[in-house]
């Protein structure tokens, strides 16, 4: 408004009148920023675009960003990954008045509030983005206070407006998170952890009509290079907007439960075994499971989204994955570990007959593995694979393990429980034991 005065006012005009005019308009012109700063950072207003009104479950409602800054960016400035998979139930609103149902009004107690995660998430956006509307840290205690006199129930309707608060008629506002029926939250985060404490199901949200969104977690699964764009899931990973249109190729607690029972049942768990390597480790789930198992666990993996994604959703350290090829690795280490799975590997060396033969391959696998060798391939009765693999029945794959390896012993543990369509072609492979 400011600069619009200064270019149509000549110089003279400007020095005689100017001050007046500011003295008069100051107070509109700050009021009109503060209100169109509000209408720009939630998105109510977007050009040519239309917004509906519908009744959402609440939880079906996740995370959104601060600000007006979308939610899979504000992930990435708070390297919070999971915020916007994240229900607004397990939020830090909701979070916030369950804390005051358990102490009370302890919880506005300097050294208490400041460690909530509602005072952190309100000092994270303050000092990452800057605030529209308050920059005082001190403020957000007086924004908890009023947040939960509403929830006691007491009629604040005649009060003020307090700096960010929303108006009366300004609805919920969320955006579609693609492939899933989950909505990021946009504004009323407030709004929604009040009634979902007083016990409400459902709440009446105004839908941006603009574009659907990935969260974080889709958009990394969906550059992962063996799934190739498919909403495909190699591995376990648990998340609200996966549940409906993503499947699980190898469900994968099946043949850990034959690992487990099998190092049990020959007392090979730690602290005999120690070390544990899986070859072709995909996301890294087995690497975490064989963490929490008491291994000093790692896994190989080549493609390196595969690996983040394991660092971010299973909480795996950098150093536990080896992003290396796996013929390269394999030829160069001098490591040995007591415990190697071998999973689903080494039938695109049999296949694809453009690298190393499997016979290199296992005898490479022989010598890092101290006590046992988790083997599984991919055999004659599946479809897919044609005359691929014709000859590579449960008798054939043990004769073959013993022909070219050092184990005494090879132990059929049964089969994976991944022949389901999609994928009724494939799998239901046998899982051995190869043991010195």
Same mark, same amino acid.
């Given at each position: 408004?400011?600069?619009? $005065?200064?270019?149509?006012?000549?110089?003279?005009?400007?020095?005689?009148?100017?001050?007046?005019?500011? +003295?008069?308009?100051?107070?509109?012109?700050?009021?009109?920023?503060?209100?169109?700063?509000?209408?720009? #950072?939630?998105?109510?207003?977007? #050009?040519?675009?239309?917004?509906?009104?519908?009744?959402?479950?609440?939880?079906?409602? $996740?995370?959104?960003?601060?600000?007006?800054?979308?939610?899979?960016?504000?992930?990435?400035?708070?390297?919070?990954?999971?915020?916007?998979?994240?229900?607004?139930?397990?939020?830090?609103?909701?979070?916030?008045?369950?804390?005051?149902?358990?102490?009370?009004?302890?919880?506005?107690?300097?050294?208490?509030?400041?460690?909530?995660?509602?005072?952190?998430?309100?000092?994270?956006?303050? #000092?990452?983005?800057? /605030? +529209?509307?308050?920059? %005082?840290?001190?403020?957000?205690?007086?924004?908890?206070?009023?947040?939960?006199?509403?929830?006691?129930?007491?009629?604040?309707?005649?009060?003020?407006?307090?700096?960010?608060?929303?108006?009366?008629?300004?609805?919920?506002?969320? &955006?579609?998170?693609?492939?899933?029926?989950?909505?990021?939250?946009?504004?009323?985060?407030?709004?929604?952890?009040?009634?979902?404490?007083?016990?409400?199901?459902?709440?009446?949200?105004?839908?941006?009509?603009?574009?659907?969104?990935?969260?974080?977690?889709?958009?990394?699964?969906?550059?992962?290079?063996?799934?190739?764009?498919?909403?495909?899931?190699?591995?376990? =990973?648990?998340?609200?907007?996966?549940?409906?249109?993503?499947?699980?190729?190898?469900?994968?607690?099946? &043949?850990?439960?034959?690992? #487990?029972?099998?190092?049990?049942?020959?007392?090979?768990?730690?602290?005999?075994?120690?070390?544990?390597?899986?070859?072709?480790? /995909?996301?890294?789930?087995? =690497?975490?499971?064989?963490?929490?198992?008491?291994?000093?666990?790692?896994?190989?993996?080549?493609?390196?989204?595969?690996?983040?994604?394991?660092? +971010?959703?299973?909480?795996?350290?950098?150093? +536990?994955?080896? %992003?290396?090829?796996?013929?390269?690795?394999?030829?160069?280490?001098?490591?040995?570990?007591?415990?190697?799975?071998? $999973?689903?590997?080494?039938?695109?060396?049999?296949?694809?007959?453009?690298?190393?033969?499997?016979?290199?391959?296992?005898?490479?696998?022989?010598?890092?593995?101290?006590?046992?060798?988790?083997?599984?391939?991919?055999?004659?009765?599946?479809?897919?694979?044609?005359?691929?693999?014709?000859?590579?029945?449960?008798?054939?794959?043990?004769?073959?393990?013993?022909?070219?390896?050092?184990?005494?012993?090879?132990?059929?543990?049964?089969?994976?429980?991944?022949?389901?369509?999609?994928?009724?072609?494939?799998?239901?492979?046998?899982?051995?034991?190869?043991? &010195?």
């Amino acid at each position: 408004m400011y600069n619009l $005065l200064l270019l149509i006012m000549n110089r003279r005009l400007k020095l005689l009148i100017l001050p007046l005019i500011f +003295q008069i308009l100051s107070p509109i012109s700050k009021a009109l920023d503060r209100f169109l700063k509000y209408i720009f #950072s939630t998105g109510v207003i977007r #050009s040519s675009k239309k917004y509906n009104t519908i009744v959402v479950p609440i939880e079906n409602l $996740l995370r959104g960003g601060e600000n007006g800054i979308r939610a899979y960016k504000y992930s990435e400035i708070t390297n919070d990954f999971l915020r916007p998979s994240t229900p607004v139930s397990d939020g830090p609103h909701v979070e916030l008045l369950r804390l005051y149902n358990d102490i009370g009004d302890k919880i506005i107690e300097k050294e208490i509030f400041i460690e909530t995660p509602y005072y952190k998430n309100a000092l994270t956006s303050m #000092s990452l983005c800057g /605030s +529209q509307f308050y920059s %005082n840290p001190s403020y957000i205690v007086k924004v908890a206070k009023r947040f939960i006199r509403q929830y006691n129930g007491e009629d604040l309707s005649k009060l003020p407006r307090q700096p960010g608060q929303s108006a009366p008629d300004i609805p919920i506002i969320v &955006r579609s998170i693609k492939d899933s029926s989950y909505y990021e939250v946009i504004d009323g985060n407030h709004r929604i952890a009040l009634a979902y404490m007083q016990g409400k199901k459902d709440v009446k949200v105004t839908l941006i009509d603009d574009e659907d969104v990935y969260t974080p977690l889709q958009r990394l699964l969906l550059d992962v290079m063996w799934t190739d764009k498919r909403k495909w899931l190699y591995q376990p =990973v648990h998340a609200p907007e996966l549940k409906e249109n993503w499947t699980l190729i190898r469900k994968s607690t099946d &043949r850990l439960d034959k690992i #487990s029972s099998f190092l049990k049942e020959k007392r090979f768990l730690p602290p005999v075994s120690k070390t544990y390597l899986d070859v072709g480790s /995909s996301y890294g789930w087995f =690497v975490s499971k064989m963490a929490q198992a008491g291994f000093k666990s790692y896994g190989l993996e080549q493609d390196y989204i595969a690996i983040s994604l394991g660092i +971010q959703i299973y909480g795996l350290k950098q150093k +536990q994955i080896i %992003n290396s090829n796996l013929e390269l690795f394999l030829k160069e280490t001098s490591d040995t570990y007591d415990v190697v799975s071998l $999973l689903s590997v080494l039938h695109h060396f049999e296949i694809s007959q453009d690298s190393i033969k499997p016979e290199e391959l296992i005898r490479m696998i022989d010598k890092l593995t101290n006590k046992v060798l988790f083997f599984e391939t991919g055999q004659s009765h599946e479809k897919a694979f044609g005359e691929n693999l014709s000859k590579w029945t449960d008798d054939y794959i043990i004769d073959w393990l013993k022909e070219n390896t050092t184990f005494k012993h090879i132990i059929n543990l049964g089969k994976d429980d991944d022949c389901i369509p999609p994928f009724e072609d494939y799998y239901n492979r046998t899982l051995f034991a190869c043991v &010195r």
